[in-house]
Antibody, heavy 120, light 112 residues
Framework: EVQLVQSGTEVKKPGESLKISCKTS????????IGWVRQMPGKGLEWMGI????????RYKPSFQGQVTVSADKSISTVYLQWSSLKASDTAVYYC?????????????WGQGTLVTVSS | DIGMTQSPLSLPVTPGEPASISCRSS???????????LDWYLQKPGQSPQLLIY???NRASGVPDRFSGSGSGTNFTLKISRVEAEDVGIYYC?????????FGGGTRVDIK
């Protein structure tokens, strides 16, 4: 069964760096786009960035360009989301999500979510 | 970006009764193969979203047949034939035409 297992809850201070992970299994990691979705407290879902691990093609929504880095490690089938300097407004739940890529870009598998709290 | 608009924002429902949610896109989601790439997701309280409907009208694996999707182009509808208590949560439509999908704002469904 396909699984996306995310790293655990993080509590950080403004200005700190952070890297969260999404370990995948039971599918060909290099054959699907996979990305990160932000859900701020009480709000809806927003795509941040996506990566195709097969060739490392990485794309960002304009509002997140330069604010985060999406990367992948093919050797361990894991995708990462990284901040160099967190802000309080980064407080949210972050989901990794696999794009099916057949008949459109539906999300067929989701991670369980990682809660990131940024507070002084 | 393709804009997605859902209505209503909130939908109180009675168990056993039908329910309907609408979604409109700012541009056509119709692909050259005749399919419209519009998905519906349900986010139950405290959980990750789950795929209910893809390509406007196809139920995802394991989704009960009380859920159905319809529409083409820019106007879409999700219908629940008889609402059950486990159907509460936030429903999102999402355009799956572009490599960067876009979600609607969500419709909160709860029991009256």
């Amino acid at each position: 069964e396909v699984q996306l297992v995310q790293s655990g809850t993080e509590v950080k201070k403004p200005g700190e760096s952070l890297k969260i992970s999404c370990k995948t299994s039971e599918y060909s990691f290099t054959s699907y786009w996979i990305g990160w979705v932000r859900q701020m407290p009480g709000k809806g879902l927003e795509w941040m960035g996506i990566i195709f691990p097969g060739d490392s093609d990485t794309r960002y929504k304009p509002s997140f360009q330069g604010q985060v880095t999406v990367s992948a490690d093919k050797s361990i089938s894991t995708v990462y989301l990284q901040w160099s300097s967190l802000k309080a407004s980064d407080t949210a739940v972050y989901y990794c999500a696999r794009l099916r890529g057949i008949d459109g870009y539906s999300v067929d598998y989701w991670g369980q979510g990682t809660l990131v709290t940024v507070s002084s | 970006d393709i804009g997605m608009t859902q209505s209503p924002l909130s939908l109180p429902v009675t168990p056993g009764e039908p329910a309907s949610i609408s979604c409109r896109s700012s541009q056509s989601l119709l692909y050259s193969n005749g399919k419209s790439f519009l998905d519906w997701y349900l986010q139950k309280p405290g959980q990750s979203p789950q795929l209910l409907i893809y390509s406007s009208s196809n139920r995802a694996s394991g989704v009960p047949d009380r859920f159905s999707g319809s529409g083409s182009g820019t106007n879409f509808t999700l219908k629940i034939s008889r609402v059950e208590a486990e159907d509460v949560g936030i429903y999102y439509c999402m355009q799956a035409l572009q490599i960067f999908p876009t979600f609607g704002g969500g419709t909160r469904v709860d029991i009256k």
